[in-house]
Nanobody, 123 residues
Framework: QVQLVESGGGLVQAGGSLRLSCAAS????????MGWYRQAPGKQRELVAR???????NYADSVKGRFTISRDNAKNTMYLQMNSLKPEDTAVYYC?????????????????WGQGAQVTVSS
């Protein structure tokens, strides 16, 4: 299957910046969409930003103008640059990817999640 590993979370003061990374590994044939989701305590998981292999992206209204999603297709890696962070951005951030993986001569779709990275913004 395909594994996703996030890195870059941490504690930052309001107004600060963090950069999250998500590296995909395994028998990857192709990755279509990659996205960042977040879940705050007591709340449902929500989409933060998503990017397709061609570069098209979309953002949650709450992060537009502050967060930038990008990906390096050659490295199967996605990034989330988070600027002007607010206390309400505090959450566990999860990366997600979907595409095709191979096992021997067999090709199958996948939809994988990372383990999550804690982002805490202090006021």
């Amino acid at each position: 299957q395909v594994q996703l590993v996030e890195s870059g979370g941490g504690l930052v003061q309001a107004g600060g910046s963090l950069r999250l990374s998500c590296a995909a590994s395994g028998n990857i044939f192709s990755i279509n969409g990659m996205g960042w989701y977040r879940q705050a305590p007591g709340k449902q998981r929500e989409l933060v930003a998503r990017i397709l292999s061609g570069g098209a992206s979309n953002y949650a209204d709450s992060v537009k103008g502050r967060f930038t999603i990008s990906r390096d297709n050659a490295k199967n890696t996605m990034y989330l640059q988070m600027n002007s962070l607010k206390p309400e951005d505090t959450a566990v951030y999860y990366c997600n990817a979907d595409g095709i993986y191979y096992s021997g001569a067999r090709y199958s779709p996948f939809n994988s999640w990372g383990q999550g990275a804690q982002v805490t913004v202090s006021s």
